[in-house]
């Protein structure tokens, strides 16, 4: 299982696909999932290229994780969650269908249940309002 730059993620990070861009830098890019499971779920995909975790550089690893603490924060803030849920799946049995390493960051509420894994598209308006609420 290698890895192949022929993604989305590569093409986004690229800009030669439009994404609601919460936050780039020169490690990573974070967007909004147009899935969302929850409003406010967010994407944090590291610019360099791994098939997932587990091919990763450690370097890399080190360097985006950092931002995944920042953008978490953001999002909680931002969406006036009780808790994030992080996840990150490697290889199809682990949930994974975009094979460029991504980490979710997903809003959580009390009590609140959360949409399943890729089931549906949310409308560009409201992705737009909680990218902008996020930066
Ligand atoms: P995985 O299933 O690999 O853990 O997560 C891939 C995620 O990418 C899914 O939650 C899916 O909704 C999201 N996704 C797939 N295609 C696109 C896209 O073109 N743009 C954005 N922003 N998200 C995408």
Known sequence: MSYDPDNIFTKI???????HKVYEDDVCISIMDIMPEAPGHVL????????????????????VIQRVQKIGNAVKKAMNAD??????????????????????LIPCHENVKRKEHV????????????CEKIK
């Open 13 to 19: 990070i690229a800009g030669d696909i439009p994404s």
């Open 44 to 63: 944090v995909v590291p610019k360099a290229g791994s098939r997932n975790l587990l091919d990763a550089d450690p370097e890399a690893l080190a360097a």
């Open 83 to 104: 808790g994030i849920l992080l996840r990150q799946s490697s290889e199809e049995s682990a949930g994974q269908t975009v094979y460029h390493l991504h980490f979710h």
């Open 119 to 130: 089931s549906g598209t949310t409308a560009n308006e409201e992705l737009a309002a909680n």
